[in-house]
């Protein structure tokens, strides 16, 4: 497993809750009224699926998230098992340009290639293939790898709550019913009390579990992890903004992005969704075989897409919000001097300045206005002058730590839950788009012909 920031006891949070529905409602539920007692086939049912939740839960936590694979290697695996390497380099040529066309972004944290639907995790501190989110309960980042276990995990999860709250039901029931009969003939005060705890905690947790179930057996027949819908509702939001901006959206720095429409590339059907996120293989139950195989990134990359979509075209779509900075170096000469302002007196120079600055907030003023932000208009001039000054301190400090983070032009923009990436443990600093962090060895790569000379 990688190495994490998190805290490490919420493993053993899950694993004490596991063990207390699963066992301590065992040992209560004969302690009560005989009646309604579920039958020794029963136990036999509800321990089997204890026992393969505690096989995926371990399988979660302790998979590997997956390597990124480097462009134009691949496992020796992969490479010995491949029919149509006759050893003659052509194979390998082929699989170096597929792994360009998957490498276009960097990871400046990690400084490689990374290839799409790829996430640099700032817990795990390194790039995560195919991310759906980084999972606290798990300690893990539900990845490619890891997908197939975590889903199997919240399955047997839902399975056993289910059975164990269909015995508390008929217990409990039947505690009910007898609720006018003398106390000596009913259960204890403390077994009643863990009684409730029981039905509150179980009904609690499957609820809970089984509309996050829901929800990922949906990512899976879709074809689309969480950050990447995400995604799609970042675009579809600049889409919206777009249109009334004339086709455009408002960037760092006053830059204008051309935002076109761009279809989602990677849901290319229910079944071939289901088999891709299973790891590959069409028999079914074996989808639900505790002690299945860990899917082999060389065994899905290059992910098959739907032809939607220029293939030219990466995903996620353009977002002003991905631009860096662009920091202006400063003009030789006089500060605060322009032209025939050289011969001024100080007073008029500083009076030009005054006029400078009123003007530069008009059109400041105007260009929010565009955008929608109106709640600045009534702004002052000396309130201005203050915000600019502020700005002008945090240009100082962005550039004394090398940050490439994005102006702060607007707020950062939250889905309809109110998330951003960084909350499904995305590193925001390494999403960045632009090319001025590439190292020349990577440039040089990316411009080489994908054909032997």
């Known amino acids: 497993m990688p190495s994490r920031t998190s805290s490490p006891l919420f493993i053993p949070g899950v694993s004490s809750l596991i063990a207390f529905l699963s066992y301590s409602s065992q040992y209560l539920l004969p302690q009560l009224e005989p009646r309604a007692q579920p039958t020794t086939s029963a136990y036999i049912g509800f321990n089997v699926l ?129 609720r006018h009969l003398p106390s000596y003939l009913g259960p204890t005060p403390g077994q009643l009390g863990h009684l409730f705890v029981l039905v509150v905690v179980n009904s609690l947790t499957l609820f809970a579990l089984a509309v996050m179930l829901a929800r990922t057996v949906w990512s899976l027949a879709v074809n689309t992890t969480t950050i990447e819908g995400w995604e799609i509702d970042r675009h579809q939001a600049l889409l919206r903004r777009a249109r009334i901006l004339g086709g455009y959206a408002p960037g760092p720095g006053g830059v204008r992005m051309k935002i076109s429409r761009q279809e989602f590339p990677y849901d290319v059907g229910l079944w071939p969704n289901c088999k891709q996120g299973m790891g590959g293989s069409g028999f079914v139950p074996g989808w639900f075989w505790p002690l299945a195989a860990t899917p082999s990134v060389d065994d899905v990359l290059p992910y098959p897409v739907n032809g939607f979509t220029d293939p030219s075209l990466d995903w996620p779509p353009p977002d002003p919000e991905r631009l860096p900075q662009r920091h202006r170096g400063l003009e030789p000469g006089p500060a605060f001097v322009y032209g025939e302002e050289a011969l001024l007196s100080p007073s008029e120079q500083m009076a030009a300045f005054r006029r400078r600055q009123l003007a530069d907030l008009e059109r400041r003023r105007r260009g929010r206005t565009a955008e929608g932000r109106t709640d600045r208009l009534e702004m002052d001039d000396d309130r201005a002058a203050e915000e600019d000054q502020d700005d002008d301190e945090e240009d100082e400090e962005e550039d004394e730590i090398g940050s490439s983070k994005a102006l702060p032009y607007e707020d950062p923009w939250t889905n309809r839950e109110g998330e951003r990436l960084t909350d499904y443990g995305v590193d925001e600093d390494t999403e960045m788009d632009g090319a001025e962090d590439l190292p020349l060895a990577e440039l040089r790569r990316r411009r080489a012909p994908s054909h032997r000379g």
């Open 50 to 178: 204890v026992a393969c939740l505690w096989i995926c839960y371990y399988r979660a936590c302790t998979t590997e998230p997956g390597p990124v694979p480097v462009p134009g290697r691949r496992s020796p695996e992969s490479a010995s098992a491949d029919p149509g390497d006759d050893g003659d380099g052509d194979g390998e040529d082929d699989d170096r340009a597929a792994g360009a066309r998957r490498a276009r972004r960097w990871c400046r944290k990690c400084q490689a290639p990374k290839p799409h639907r790829t996430h640099h995790c700032r817990q795990c501190q390194r790039c995560i293939p195919k991310m759906d989110h980084d999972c606290v309960w798990i300690q893990n980042c539900v990845s490619l790898t890891t997908f197939p276990h975590f889903i199997r995990f919240l399955f047997y999860a839902v399975a056993a709550m289910t059975q164990l709250e269909h015995f508390l039901y008929q217990k409990s029931a039947v505690i009910w019913h007898g």
